[in-house]
Protein backbone atom coordinates (compact mmCIF):
# COMPACT_ATOMS: atom_id res chain seq x y z
CA UNK A 1 0.00 0.00 0.00
CA UNK A 2 1.96 2.79 -1.42
CA UNK A 3 2.60 6.16 1.16
CA UNK A 4 1.32 9.47 -0.59
CA UNK A 5 3.86 12.83 0.87
CA UNK A 6 1.93 15.76 -0.64
CA UNK A 7 0.56 19.61 -0.63
CA UNK A 8 -2.88 19.63 0.68
CA UNK A 9 -5.83 21.81 0.66
CA UNK A 10 -8.79 20.73 3.14
CA UNK A 11 -12.18 21.00 1.72
CA UNK A 12 -14.85 19.68 4.01
CA UNK A 13 -14.87 16.82 6.79
CA UNK A 14 -17.01 14.80 8.22
CA UNK A 15 -17.53 12.11 11.02
CA UNK A 16 -16.72 8.70 10.82
CA UNK A 17 -17.88 6.15 13.58
CA UNK A 18 -17.20 7.53 17.43
CA UNK A 19 -13.56 9.03 17.00
CA UNK A 20 -12.91 9.23 12.91
CA UNK A 21 -13.52 11.67 10.65
CA UNK A 22 -13.47 11.72 6.45
CA UNK A 23 -10.99 14.53 5.18
CA UNK A 24 -11.79 15.73 1.66
CA UNK A 25 -9.00 17.74 0.33
CA UNK A 26 -7.77 18.89 -3.22
CA UNK A 27 -4.00 18.41 -3.66
CA UNK A 28 -1.53 18.78 -6.96
CA UNK A 29 -1.03 15.28 -8.05
CA UNK A 30 -3.93 13.42 -7.17
CA UNK A 31 -6.74 15.69 -7.57
CA UNK A 32 -9.57 15.25 -4.87
CA UNK A 33 -9.16 12.61 -2.48
CA UNK A 34 -10.72 11.75 0.59
CA UNK A 35 -8.98 9.80 3.87
CA UNK A 36 -10.01 8.43 7.23
CA UNK A 37 -8.36 10.28 9.54
CA UNK A 38 -8.50 8.06 12.77
CA UNK A 39 -9.10 9.05 16.12
CA UNK A 40 -8.91 12.92 14.94
CA UNK A 41 -12.54 12.96 16.76
CA UNK A 42 -10.23 12.50 20.49
CA UNK A 43 -9.21 16.02 22.32
CA UNK A 44 -5.45 14.63 22.47
CA UNK A 45 -5.24 13.62 18.53
CA UNK A 46 -2.46 14.89 16.81
CA UNK A 47 -4.08 15.11 13.56
CA UNK A 48 -7.09 16.98 14.56
CA UNK A 49 -6.13 21.01 14.48
CA UNK A 50 -4.18 20.25 11.38
CA UNK A 51 -6.84 18.84 9.38
CA UNK A 52 -9.78 21.94 9.48
CA UNK A 53 -11.32 23.18 6.52
CA UNK A 54 -9.20 25.58 4.64
CA UNK A 55 -5.92 24.51 6.14
CA UNK A 56 -2.91 24.14 3.83
CA UNK A 57 -1.43 21.19 4.75
CA UNK A 58 1.99 18.42 4.01
CA UNK A 59 0.12 15.55 4.14
CA UNK A 60 1.17 12.37 4.36
CA UNK A 61 -1.30 9.24 3.29
CA UNK A 62 -2.02 6.00 2.13
CA UNK A 63 -4.26 4.27 -0.15
CA UNK A 64 -5.13 1.16 -2.33
CA UNK A 65 -6.39 0.80 -5.47
CA UNK A 66 -9.57 0.46 -5.90
CA UNK A 67 -10.83 1.56 -2.82
CA UNK A 68 -12.69 5.03 -2.28
CA UNK A 69 -11.42 5.81 1.08
CA UNK A 70 -7.30 6.38 1.85
CA UNK A 71 -5.73 6.47 5.52
CA UNK A 72 -4.12 9.89 6.64
CA UNK A 73 -0.54 8.98 8.35
CA UNK A 74 0.66 12.64 9.31
CA UNK A 75 -0.36 16.19 8.49
CA UNK A 76 1.45 19.70 9.13
CA UNK A 77 -0.56 23.10 8.89
CA UNK A 78 1.22 25.18 6.69
CA UNK A 79 -1.27 27.97 6.77
CA UNK A 80 -4.84 27.86 8.34
CA UNK A 81 -7.18 30.18 6.53
CA UNK A 82 -10.04 30.42 8.31
CA UNK A 83 -7.50 30.23 12.00
CA UNK A 84 -6.18 33.85 11.73
CA UNK A 85 -8.46 35.66 13.15
CA UNK A 86 -10.48 36.16 9.30
CA UNK A 87 -13.44 38.14 8.88
CA UNK A 88 -17.18 37.09 9.00
CA UNK A 89 -16.55 38.01 5.25
CA UNK A 90 -13.53 36.00 4.49
CA UNK A 91 -15.05 33.05 6.18
CA UNK A 92 -18.06 32.69 4.34
CA UNK A 93 -15.91 33.45 0.79
CA UNK A 94 -13.69 31.01 1.25
CA UNK A 95 -16.22 28.38 2.74
CA UNK A 96 -17.90 29.48 -0.82
CA UNK A 97 -14.72 28.68 -2.47
CA UNK A 98 -14.20 25.44 -1.16
CA UNK A 99 -17.08 24.23 -1.74
CA UNK A 100 -17.41 25.19 -5.49
CA UNK A 101 -14.07 23.20 -5.38
CA UNK A 102 -15.40 20.69 -4.38
CA UNK A 103 -18.26 20.43 -6.51
CA UNK A 104 -16.38 20.91 -9.95
CA UNK A 105 -13.01 18.91 -9.69
CA UNK A 106 -13.20 15.38 -10.34
CA UNK A 107 -12.13 12.80 -8.00
CA UNK A 108 -8.65 10.87 -8.06
CA UNK A 109 -7.76 13.18 -11.09
CA UNK A 110 -5.09 15.57 -10.94
CA UNK A 111 -5.73 19.07 -11.37
CA UNK A 112 -2.36 21.64 -10.70
CA UNK A 113 -4.37 24.52 -12.08
CA UNK A 114 -7.70 23.89 -9.80
CA UNK A 115 -5.01 23.62 -6.94
CA UNK A 116 -2.84 26.78 -7.49
CA UNK A 117 -6.54 28.87 -8.61
CA UNK A 118 -7.47 28.04 -4.96
CA UNK A 119 -4.21 28.61 -3.04
CA UNK A 120 -3.27 31.81 -5.04
CA UNK A 121 -7.37 32.80 -4.49
CA UNK A 122 -7.21 32.14 -0.57
CA UNK A 123 -3.48 34.36 -0.08
CA UNK A 124 -5.31 37.41 -1.88
CA UNK A 125 -8.69 36.92 -0.29
CA UNK A 126 -6.45 37.15 3.29
CA UNK A 127 -4.77 40.44 2.30
CA UNK A 128 -7.88 42.44 0.84
CA UNK A 129 -11.32 44.14 2.33
CA UNK A 130 -13.40 43.89 -0.96
CA UNK A 131 -13.80 40.84 -1.54
CA UNK A 132 -16.34 40.77 -4.95
CA UNK A 133 -13.53 41.35 -7.56
CA UNK A 134 -11.99 38.48 -6.08
CA UNK A 135 -15.30 36.32 -5.93
CA UNK A 136 -15.92 37.02 -9.98
CA UNK A 137 -12.38 35.95 -10.43
CA UNK A 138 -12.20 33.12 -8.74
CA UNK A 139 -15.56 31.81 -10.26
CA UNK A 140 -14.56 32.48 -13.80
CA UNK A 141 -11.57 30.71 -13.48
CA UNK A 142 -12.77 27.85 -11.96
CA UNK A 143 -15.44 27.71 -15.18
CA UNK A 144 -12.41 27.95 -17.49
CA UNK A 145 -10.27 25.37 -15.92
CA UNK A 146 -13.10 23.31 -15.88
CA UNK A 147 -14.09 23.52 -19.66
CA UNK A 148 -17.37 25.19 -18.26
CA UNK A 149 -17.06 28.78 -19.51
CA UNK A 150 -18.08 29.14 -23.48
CA UNK A 151 -15.75 31.60 -26.05
CA UNK A 152 -17.47 35.10 -25.64
CA UNK A 153 -14.59 36.14 -27.95
CA UNK A 154 -17.02 36.77 -31.15
CA UNK A 155 -20.57 36.32 -31.75
CA UNK A 156 -21.52 32.90 -33.12
CA UNK A 157 -23.57 34.07 -35.87
CA UNK A 158 -22.06 36.71 -37.75
CA UNK A 159 -18.18 36.05 -36.42
CA UNK A 160 -17.79 39.90 -35.11
CA UNK A 161 -15.26 40.26 -32.42
CA UNK A 162 -17.91 41.59 -29.22
CA UNK A 163 -15.27 41.64 -26.06
CA UNK A 164 -14.50 45.71 -26.70
CA UNK A 165 -17.99 46.60 -27.06
CA UNK A 166 -20.13 43.74 -25.23
CA UNK A 167 -22.37 40.80 -26.14
CA UNK A 168 -25.35 38.88 -25.20
CA UNK A 169 -24.27 35.30 -23.44
CA UNK A 170 -27.23 32.71 -24.46
CA UNK A 171 -26.57 30.64 -21.95
CA UNK A 172 -27.77 26.67 -22.60
CA UNK A 173 -25.83 26.78 -25.94
CA UNK A 174 -22.57 28.64 -24.74
CA UNK A 175 -22.55 31.26 -27.38
CA UNK A 176 -22.53 34.73 -27.70
CA UNK A 177 -24.09 36.96 -30.08
CA UNK A 178 -23.27 40.91 -31.04
CA UNK A 179 -26.17 42.93 -30.44
CA UNK A 180 -27.64 42.78 -33.84
CA UNK A 181 -27.78 39.06 -33.99
CA UNK A 182 -28.69 38.89 -30.50
CA UNK A 183 -32.09 40.72 -31.37
CA UNK A 184 -32.93 41.64 -27.33
CA UNK A 185 -32.09 37.81 -26.44
CA UNK A 186 -29.82 36.40 -23.74
CA UNK A 187 -27.43 37.77 -21.05
CA UNK A 188 -25.99 41.58 -22.03
CA UNK A 189 -22.55 41.71 -20.83
CA UNK A 190 -21.64 45.51 -21.38
CA UNK A 191 -18.40 46.95 -22.47
CA UNK A 192 -17.32 47.14 -18.94
CA UNK A 193 -18.16 43.60 -17.94
CA UNK A 194 -16.18 42.63 -21.37
CA UNK A 195 -13.66 44.54 -20.00
CA UNK A 196 -13.06 42.94 -16.90
CA UNK A 197 -13.65 39.21 -18.30
CA UNK A 198 -10.80 39.97 -20.12
CA UNK A 199 -8.15 41.37 -17.41
CA UNK A 200 -9.48 38.39 -15.37
CA UNK A 201 -7.46 36.31 -17.64
CA UNK A 202 -4.88 38.53 -18.07
CA UNK A 203 -3.84 39.24 -14.09
CA UNK A 204 -3.71 36.67 -11.00
CA UNK A 205 -6.20 37.31 -8.43
CA UNK A 206 -3.93 39.38 -6.23
CA UNK A 207 -4.07 42.10 -9.17
CA UNK A 208 -7.49 41.76 -10.27
CA UNK A 209 -8.99 41.94 -6.33
CA UNK A 210 -7.32 45.23 -5.92
CA UNK A 211 -9.13 46.66 -9.12
CA UNK A 212 -12.57 48.69 -8.77
CA UNK A 213 -15.31 46.49 -10.22
CA UNK A 214 -18.02 48.69 -12.03
CA UNK A 215 -21.65 47.64 -9.46
CA UNK A 216 -23.31 46.77 -13.22
CA UNK A 217 -20.66 44.88 -14.64
CA UNK A 218 -20.27 43.13 -11.50
CA UNK A 219 -23.70 41.94 -11.71
CA UNK A 220 -23.60 41.71 -15.13
CA UNK A 221 -21.07 38.81 -14.38
CA UNK A 222 -22.60 37.40 -11.39
CA UNK A 223 -25.24 36.77 -13.34
CA UNK A 224 -22.86 34.84 -16.34
CA UNK A 225 -21.14 32.85 -13.76
CA UNK A 226 -23.92 31.90 -11.38
CA UNK A 227 -25.94 30.85 -14.63
CA UNK A 228 -23.17 28.65 -16.12
CA UNK A 229 -22.77 27.09 -12.41
CA UNK A 230 -26.13 26.84 -11.76
CA UNK A 231 -26.66 25.26 -15.48
CA UNK A 232 -23.40 22.35 -14.68
CA UNK A 233 -24.17 21.29 -11.37
CA UNK A 234 -28.49 21.67 -11.29
CA UNK A 235 -28.47 23.93 -8.10
CA UNK A 236 -26.93 26.97 -6.05
CA UNK A 237 -24.99 26.40 -3.64
CA UNK A 238 -25.63 26.55 -0.20
CA UNK A 239 -22.46 29.00 1.04
CA UNK A 240 -23.25 30.63 -1.78
CA UNK A 241 -26.00 32.14 -0.08
CA UNK A 242 -24.22 33.95 2.53
CA UNK A 243 -21.31 35.29 0.11
CA UNK A 244 -24.24 37.12 -1.83
CA UNK A 245 -25.87 38.79 1.38
CA UNK A 246 -22.33 39.55 2.29
CA UNK A 247 -21.23 41.20 -0.58
CA UNK A 248 -24.68 43.12 -0.29
CA UNK A 249 -23.94 44.56 2.93
CA UNK A 250 -19.72 45.26 1.70
CA UNK A 251 -20.99 47.57 -0.77
CA UNK A 252 -23.21 49.33 0.78
CA UNK A 253 -20.48 50.46 3.31
Not at 146 to 173: I, T
Amino acid sequence: MPIHETEAIVLRQYPLADSDRIVVFITREFGKMRAVARGAKKPKSRLAGHLEPLNHVQLEFFSREGRELGYIRQAETIHSYLGMGPSLNQIYVFTYFAELTNELIQDNQPNDALFRLLLASLRAGEKQFVLEPLVRYFEIWCLKISGLLPNYDYCSYCGKYVKDEGFFAWMRDGQARCTACAQGRGFKMGAQAADALQAIIKLPPSRFGRLPLDTNAACEIERLTQGLIGLHLEKQLKSYRMVKDTLKRQSQQ
